[in-house]
């Protein structure tokens, strides 16, 4: 059902949200962008059990949209390439996921996703 969709979806961004403002509570540290990933791609995996999951043109979209290039090892490569602090990249990274996250929620609320 799309409404239980989208509330299980408005709640992965409450987490999300959660990392963004207490990134070492919720890691243990605010530097370490492999835990912000593991924790990023396990509720991506949790809320996919529930029937949520982000469609490639939502999670390109929110990379290309934040100015990131779209590729393989992108945007983290190019993260680095600018010499973000580990920091840095785990914020960002975690706003690019929260954005991913509203457009799924957009779309099913106009019946297209």
């Given at each position: 059902m799309?409404?239980?969709r989208i509330?299980?979806?408005?709640?992965?961004?409450?987490?999300?949200i959660?990392?963004?403002?207490?990134?070492?509570?919720?890691?243990?540290?605010?530097d370490?962008?492999n835990?912000?990933?593991?924790?990023?791609?396990?509720?991506?995996?949790g809320?996919?059990?529930?029937?949520?999951?982000a469609?490639l043109?939502?999670?390109?979209?929110?990379?290309v949209s934040?100015?990131?290039?779209?590729g393989?090892?992108a945007?983290v490569?190019?993260?680095?390439l600018?010499?973000?602090?580990?920091?840095?990249?785990?914020?960002?990274?975690?706003?690019?996921?929260?954005a991913?996250?509203?457009?799924?929620?957009?779309?099913?609320?106009?019946g297209t996703?």
């Amino acid at each position: 059902m799309t409404s239980d969709r989208i509330l299980i979806a408005e709640y992965a961004i409450k987490q999300l949200i959660l990392l963004r403002d207490r990134t070492a509570m919720i890691i243990g540290t605010n530097d370490d962008v492999n835990a912000a990933r593991a924790f990023i791609h396990g509720l991506g995996v949790g809320v996919a059990y529930f029937g949520c999951r982000a469609k490639l043109a939502h999670i390109r979209k929110a990379i290309v949209s934040r100015g990131w290039k779209w590729g393989p090892t992108a945007p983290v490569s190019e993260m680095r390439l600018r010499q973000m602090s580990n920091a840095e990249i785990v914020s960002e990274l975690t706003e690019i996921e929260i954005a991913c996250w509203e457009l799924y929620c957009e779309d099913l609320r106009h019946g297209t996703g």
